[in-house]
Nanobody, 120 residues
Framework: QVQLVESGGGLVQAGGSLRLSCTAS????????MGWYRQAPGKQRELVAR???????NYVDSVKGRFTISRDNAKNALYLQMNNLKPDDTAVYYC?????????WGVGRWGQGTQVTISS
C-alpha cells in the first residue's frame, strides 16, 4: 500500500521559513519523480517544485530563489525548504510521487496535505 505522509506545515509570519517533509512507504522511492504541489482556496492545484531521480530540480517561477526541494533516497524522504515566505504562499501543500518511464507518466500518488499559512 502506497503511503505519502507530509509534515512540517504551520503558521508563520511573512519573511519566515518552514521545512516540509514527506515520508514515503510502499514504493521503490528512487524510481519515482517526486514533487510538491500546493492548492490555495479557490485556486487550482499547482506544481511548486519537482525533483527527478537524478536530483534535477525545477520550480515554479514564483518560488525560485526562495524554495529548495531535496530528496534522501536512503530515508524515502522528500523535503521542501521554504524561505522568505509570503502571504501568497498560503496553501495546502501536497507531496506527489510519479514514475516516468518510456516517455510516459504513471499514476500519481498523493499525500494528505499539510497546511501552510503565512501571515502578513
Amino acid at each position: 500500500q502506497v503511503q505519502l505522509v507530509e509534515s512540517g506545515g504551520g503558521l508563520v509570519q511573512a519573511g519566515g521559513s518552514l521545512r516540509l517533509s514527506c515520508t514515503a512507504s510502499g514504493i521503490i522511492f528512487d524510481l519515482y519523480v517526486m514533487g510538491w504541489y500546493r492548492q490555495a482556496p479557490g485556486k487550482q492545484r499547482e506544481l511548486v517544485a519537482r525533483i527527478t531521480r537524478d536530483y534535477s530540480a525545477n520550480y515554479v517561477d514564483s518560488v525560485k530563489g526562495r524554495f529548495t526541494i531535496s530528496r534522501d533516497n536512503a530515508k524515502n524522504a522528500l523535503y521542501l525548504q521554504m524561505n522568505n515566505l509570503k502571504p501568497d504562499d498560503t496553501a495546502v501543500y501536497y507531496c506527489n510521487a510519479q514514475r516516468f518511464s518510456g516517455g510516459t507518466w504513471g499514476v500519481g500518488r498523493w499525500g494528505q496535505g499539510t497546511q501552510v499559512t503565512i501571515s502578513s
